[in-house]
C-alpha cells in the first residue's frame, strides 16, 4: 500500500541552491496538493493541482513552482533556496470533495 | 470564509484518561467535517469524518459527533494509551470555488504510562 510517496525524506541545501521535491501517488487521484508545516504555523498551501498539466497558486507559493506532467506525480521546485523556506513539506492527494491523503514529509533544511 | 478553531495545547494525560480535544468552525452550509492524526515522523492520516449534522464519526476508539447547533466536532476517547501521542488536527473541507482543507493549528498530545 503505497499510497502517497515523497522523495527525498530530508535535504540540507545551502542558500540560492536549487532541487525538486518530487511526489507519487497510486490512487489514481485527480487532485494533487503541496504543503508545508511550520512550528506554530499550522499547515499552509503551497500549490496545487486539479488535473494533469494544471496547476494554481495556493496560500503561501512565492518562491516555489510546480509541474504536474503526468498524473500520478506532482513535482515542487525550489529554484534559489532561502533560510525561510526551512520547513516540512507535505504533499497530499484526493478525489474531488474527498479527503486528502497526505505523504510521510519531506524534511528540509536550507542553511 | 472557513475557519476552524481548537483548542490549545500541548495536552498531558496519563494513561486510561479520558480524552477531549475541542473543536469549533465557522463554515457557510453544512460542510463535512475531519479530524487528521499526525503521528511523530509521519505524515497526516484521516481519523475519522462526519458528512451531516447528528452523525457520529469513530475509529481507533475515538469519536466526535457533528453539532450543527454549536458548530462543533469535539474529539473525544474514552481510554488513552502511550500509542495515542501525536498530534490533532481539526479540518473542513475545500469551501465553494477553492481546493484548499482549513486546518486547526493541531493540539499536541502526550500520553504518558
Known amino acids: 500500500n503505497a499510497g502517497v510517496t515523497q522523495t527525498p525524506k530530508f535535504r540540507v541545501l545551502k542558500t540560492g541552491q536549487s532541487m525538486t521535491l518530487l511526489c507519487a501517488q497510486d490512487?489514481?487521484?485527480?487532485?494533487m496538493y503541496w504543503y508545508r508545516q511550520d512550528p506554530g504555523m499550522g499547515l499552509r498551501l503551497i500549490h496545487y493541482?486539479?488535473?494533469?498539466?494544471?496547476?494554481a497558486k495556493g496560500e503561501v507559493p512565492d518562491g516555489y513552482n510546480v509541474s504536474r506532467l503526468k498524473k500520478q506525480n506532482f513535482l515542487l521546485g525550489l529554484e534559489s533556496a532561502a533560510p525561510s523556506q526551512t520547513s516540512v513539506y507535505f504533499c497530499?492527494?484526493?478525489?474531488?470533495?474527498?479527503?486528502?491523503?497526505f505523504g510521510d514529509g519531506t524534511r528540509l533544511s536550507i542553511l | 470564509g472557513n475557519s476552524v478553531t481548537q483548542m490549545e495545547g500541548p495536552v498531558t494525560l496519563s494513561e486510561e484518561a479520558f480524552l477531549t480535544i475541542n473543536c469549533t468552525y465557522t463554515a457557510t452550509g453544512y460542510p463535512s467535517l475531519f479530524w487528521y492524526v499526525q503521528y511523530p515522523g509521519e505524515g497526516l492520516q484521516l481519523l475519522l469524518k462526519a458528512t451531516k449534522a447528528d452523525d457520529k464519526g469513530s475509529n481507533k476508539g475515538f469519536e466526535a459527533t457533528y453539532r450543527k447547533e454549536t458548530t462543533s466536532f469535539h474529539l473525544e476517547k474514552g481510554s488513552v494509551q502511550v500509542s495515542d501521542s501525536a498530534v490533532y488536527f481539526c479540518?473542513?473541507?475545500?469551501?465553494?470555488?477553492?481546493?484548499?482543507?482549513?486546518f486547526g493549528k493541531g493540539t499536541k498530545l502526550s500520553v504518558i504510562p
Open positions: 479540518a473542513l473541507p475545500p469551501g465553494a470555488g477553492s481546493y484548499q482543507l482549513t
Open positions: 497530499a492527494s484526493s478525489y474531488p470533495l474527498q479527503p486528502q491523503h
Open positions: 493541482s486539479v488535473g494533469e498539466g494544471t496547476t
Open positions: 490512487m489514481n487521484h485527480e487532485y
